[in-house]
């Protein structure tokens, strides 16, 4: 199974609202309520290309398996050497090393791009990206208890970071 990397389109856009809308319905991997539309997501993307961060996009066997990018930490302009990344992999697609792949790429791009750190915000329950992110270096620097509800329960943000170095 052969995947190729390549810059989002805008044809990308509704696999990657499905895969998107997936985690809204069914995880807490975003904590949103409700499912975007097309346009909503369209925005997000073009404002993360506008602002010249990455959308990346994993394709296999013709389709949209996954996509990746990061956007501002926090909109102080002191934070401007720090992003926060998502990766997001199509539930047809999980446990191909497709995520490994995505993530791999952010990192070199954000190394080019000279930044100093990237963040990464995941919900407690979700161990298996927390034991990910370990895998490339990323250390847990804080849990904010209670910081989201969705499904009739408390969630924990764990905030990982990794330094980048050259």
Wanted: net charge negative.
């Amino acid at each position: 199974m052969e995947i190729t990397l390549r810059p989002y389109k805008t044809e990308d856009t509704q696999a990657i609202l499905d895969i998107i809308n997936y985690n809204i319905l069914n995880s807490t991997a975003l904590y949103d309520y409700n499912i975007r539309t097309y346009d909503q997501q369209k925005v997000l993307l073009d404002d993360k290309i506008n602002k010249n961060f990455p959308v990346i996009v994993a394709v296999c066997e013709g389709k949209v398996a996954g996509f990746g990018m990061y956007g501002e930490f926090r909109f102080k302009e002191a934070y401007k050497f720090t992003v926060e990344h998502s990766v997001y992999v199509s539930n047809d697609y999980q446990g191909k090393g497709i995520g490994k792949i995505l993530l791999a790429e952010l990192i070199q791009i954000a190394k080019k791009q000279n930044l100093h750190t990237m963040i990464a915000v995941i919900d407690e329950e979700n161990q298996s990206s927390v034991d990910f992110h370990e895998k490339f270096g990323f250390k847990t620097v804080g849990i904010i208890k209670e910081s989201g509800y969705k499904f009739d329960r408390w969630l924990h943000s764990v905030f990982m970071q990794l330094i980048l170095e050259k």
